[in-house]
């Protein structure tokens, strides 16, 4: 079996790009967290409902930020391979 430092970097490319997903657990626990903790504090002041949803929904969007940039970064070391020379 000849292995050539093409198929090496694909490899690896592809082992990183795995890694790279695994960012999208974190987003996930914390906005199950936040949205946990969101509909306690509606549940506890029904009238400041509008505010509390804003304000965790606004922390949602910026937590998830980080998975969309893991995703991205798998998508480019999988099919745009940019250590692969021509």
């Known amino acids: ?3 050539t430092g093409e198929d090496l ?8 790009a795995g ?7 974190g987003p996930g626990i914390g906005q199950g967290i936040a949205a946990g903790h969101g509909a306690a504090a509606v549940g506890r ?4 409902q509008g505010q509390i949803m804003s304000t965790m929904l606004l ?3 910026v937590a998830e930020t980080t998975g969309l940039y893991g ?3 798998a998508l480019l070391l999988l099919f745009v391979q ?5």
């Open 59 to 61: 922390g949602q969007a």
């Open 1 to 3: 079996m000849n292995i």
């Open 82 to 86: 940019p250590l692969v020379g021509k």
């Open 45 to 48: 002041n029904p009238g400041a």
């Open 9 to 16: 970097i694909k490899a690896c490319s592809a082992i990183g």
């Open 71 to 73: 995703l991205v970064i």
């Open 19 to 25: 890694l790279a997903v695994i960012a999208g657990i």
